[in-house]
């Protein structure tokens, strides 16, 4: 008589399953103890493994992967410090409302409380970092915990979510047909605003004389670009984009006003809100950069936003795509638009043309070394719409942001609401795999001050490792902000150092382009426009390596005066 024996199957493939059910295509993440065994069970059914350099750059990857795509990837992490690096990860991802699942090794459960090797209270420290923190009561078990961190990451506000997993639970085995089986999380169900409400909204819209509309983040992340696209050429309103808005609608439509911002913002009566935060990015919706009497219209699918800083006029609360389609829907019963003779525009256009005069001016490097807006300026005759920005450093971002223009939504990414440099690289990883594996005709480009590169730059490895044709642009000016040049920092050596240099000096003149080169990528140093030029063209030709150019600006180089 024959017996059969009932398939055994161990952690480690359990929870690699288990994501694969869930539609985890990506993971991220630095192996060891006790983890590689589930790195390599990820590869095994069909994940993407891409090993990094640090936790932290990681979870930023990852954390890339679920705002362009919607679906949350993995960061791998292992138990102790490895954990810990990716809290900053978590905490970028929970701020940005950005879908990112981390999985940690932990100590295995039978040496808790005795010292156990890299023992830390991990579920406790995730809590304050993400949306949902848990570890597995089994291993049968495993499969809801991961698909109530995928569900979690993605429903309501998006945001990080952390799966702890002892390091025993990884290497036990159990029959197969004791594990619980879940189906893939469907899409967050849509909410609808109230009709009354949509009507309210529209009505203000029309009144007033000075509207403008404010397209955040969350419309790009919530795929709305087509409804609000509609409603803007429809309605004929005045519009800017918060930085990671950009791209929703054109930079290029007559009706941006991203050129007169501080203007807009100023003197705006009614502001449409989609999408975005009054947080610190639009000044908290106060004085003195808004008028005290401005009303507001919100448009969030989180009712705890509602009135946050400033009590709005009306609260559209539901999936900004659908909020949108009502507005269309309603707006089109009305057929009315704001009038392009309004003194409104007049007020607009002159501002815009002034910062156009100012920026021009700025451009022109003939009398002395390059500077920021020379840069973007000749970068600009290289970028087409379907060129993926990162973007990071204090003058670096601020002003790429104004000086480079995207027509498509998810096409810029940068340090974004929880202000984090350190994010590019991470960032740059992510959306070249993307482009790879789903849009071959785009490219990634990314744009560092060589401070905010300084933080994740080993990540440089990992990109010549799965040969990632990244063009790298450093825009190097020897410090934080502001630099030293050569001749100031050998002067700080006449006496000791660490009280004569400046605290934003970094070394001057460091060839940064070496690092890239040193992995088999091509570096370029420039100090002139016209090595600029004939860089970028060589950076922009090369389709299957890596390209850096570091490029040697002013170490005083500032943006433009702002005018108010």
Partial sequence: MSTSTEEEVGGAVIIAEALV?????????????????????????????????????ACYAASAVGYL???????????????????????NANENCWPVIVIGGSTDRNQEGCGGFQEFPQVEAARLYSKYAARPDSLSRIPFFIEKAVRT???????ACYIDIPGDMITATLPRSAVQVYERCPPMPKTLADPSSVSQALALLRQSKCPLVIIGKGSAYGRAENEIREFIAATGLPFLATPMGKGVVS?????????????????????????????????????????????????????????????????????????????????????????????????LSSRIEQNRQMTEAMTDTSNGPLNYYAVFDELNKHLDENCIIISEGANTMDIGRAMIPNDLPRHR??????????????????????????????????????????????????VCRYKLPIIFVIINNNGISFGQEEEDWKEAFKTDSTLSMSPTA???????????????????????????????????????????????????????????
């Avoid at 990451?153 to 998006?158: A, D, E, I, K, V």
């Avoid at 401070?451 to 990992?462: I, P, R």
Wanted: net charge positive.
């Fill in 251 to 347: 930079d290029t439509s007559q009706l941006c006003v991203g050129a007169a911002r501080s203007k807009a913002l100023q003197e705006a009566d009614v502001i449409l809100l989609l999408g975005a935060r009054l947080n610190w990015i639009l000044h908290f919706g106060l004085p003195p950069r808004f008028r005290s009497d401005v009303k507001f219209i919100q448009v969030d699918l989180c009712a705890e936003q509602m009135g946050a800083n400033i009590r709005a006029a009306v609260c559209l609360l539901g999936d900004i795509r659908v909020v949108v389609s009502q507005l269309n829907m309603t707006h089109r019963q009305q057929d009315w638009r704001f009038p392009a003779s309004a003194p409104w525009w007049n007020v």
């Fill in 69 to 91: 795509t919607r679906r949350p990837a993995v960061c791998l992490v292992v138990s102790g410090p490895g954990m810990i690096h990716a809290l900053g990860g978590m905490a």
């Fill in 21 to 57: 059910a869930q539609g985890v295509e990506y993971m991220f993440g630095i192996v060891g103890f006790p983890v590689i065994e589930l790195g390599v069970c990820a590869q095994a059914v069909g994940i993407k493994y891409i090993g990094m350099r640090n936790e932290q750059a």
């Fill in 153 to 159: 990451s993605l429903y309501g506000r998006p945001g």
């Fill in 506 to 564: 970094l070394l001057p003149n460091a060839r940064y382009e070496k690092v890239l080169e040193a992995f088999g990528g091509r570096g370029y140093y420039v100090k002139t426009a016209n090595e600029l030029r004939d860089s970028l063209r060589l950076a922009f030709e090369e389709r299957n390596e890596s390209s850096m150019l570091n490029v040697r600006i002013s170490s005083t180089a500032d943006r433009k005066p702002q005018v108010v």
């Fill in 413 to 462: 990414l940068d340090a974004g609401t929880f202000g984090t440099m350190g994010v590019g690289l991470g960032y740059a990883i992510a959306a070249a795999l993307l482009c790879r594996d789903h849009f071959p005709q785009k490219r990634v480009v990314c744009i560092e001050g060589d401070s905010a590169f300084g933080f994740s730059g080993m990540e440089l490895e990992t």
